[in-house]
């Protein structure tokens, strides 16, 4: 168990809809990042936030956003889905931005 | 700047054979380097880390990675691979005040 924690487990939505992931980082770990994983396109960072304030932004797209909120829980939204967003999406957070990225067990979600 | 490469996004082994998977990084200033490992439906998990102590790095489940500065590498190896060691493999590279870059992933196949 990294400490980290992912909500829902599973999602089954149709296209066009839009959703919210939840992260709760691990106790004390300030940065939270999300990450997309697909078997087409591997392992992709998405956005990193650190107490609160978005840090780096990787390859995220416009239709979706994210938020970290003052007790540090981060929140990915998704809209206006399309099939291709099913993925696995994961969070991770870290005590400082080099430091080892501890992964939550993830949210996998289908868009029909 | 930095990046990581992993060699083969696939690599299989027969049980009790060694494992060699290949990673190198560049960076503008002295790295931090990790392996982490994903098993099936689950998060990464932290395997090894190198922070500038020692350069061969001892991980769990038996792994370990050698930093050469010279070759840029960080090659994982394991002496004798078991079934429970297919999985998916991922190098990454980051430095003080850098963000975390990974590698591509190699999936790791152990034949019986």
């Known amino acids: 168990d990294s400490g980290v924690t992912q909500t829902p487990k599973h999602l089954i939505t149709a296209t066009g809809q839009r959703v919210t992931l939840r992260c709760s980082p691990r106790s004390g770990d300030l940065s939270v990042y999300w990450y997309q994983q697909s078997l087409d396109q591997g392992l992709q960072f998405l956005i990193q936030y650190y107490n609160g304030e978005e840090r780096a932004k990787g390859n995220i797209l416009e239709r979706f956003s994210a938020q970290q909120f003052p007790d540090l829980h981060s929140e990915l939204n998704l809209s206006s889905l399309e099939l291709g967003d099913s993925a696995l999406y994961f969070c991770?957070?870290?005590?400082?931005?080099?430091?080892?990225?501890?992964f939550g067990p993830g949210t996998r979600l289908l868009v029909l | 700047a930095q990046s990581v490469t992993q060699l083969g996004s696939h690599v299989s082994v027969s049980e009790g054979a060694l494992v060699l998977l290949r990673c190198n990084y560049s960076s503008s200033v002295p790295p931090y380097l990790f392996w982490y490992v994903q098993y099936p439906n689950q998060g990464l998990q932290l395997l090894l880390k190198?922070?500038?102590?020692?350069?061969l790095v001892k991980g769990i489940n038996g792994f370990e990675a050698e930093f050469k500065k010279s070759e840029t590498s960080f090659h994982l190896t394991k002496p004798s691979a078991h079934m429970s060691d297919a999985a998916e493999y991922f190098c990454?590279?980051?430095?003080?005040?850098?963000?975390?870059?990974f590698g591509a992933g190699t999936r790791l196949f152990v034949k019986a």
């Open positions: 991770a957070s870290s005590s400082r931005l080099e430091e080892t990225q501890y």
């Open positions: 190198y922070t500038s102590a020692a350069t």
């Open positions: 990454a590279v980051s430095a003080p005040s850098f963000k975390t870059i």
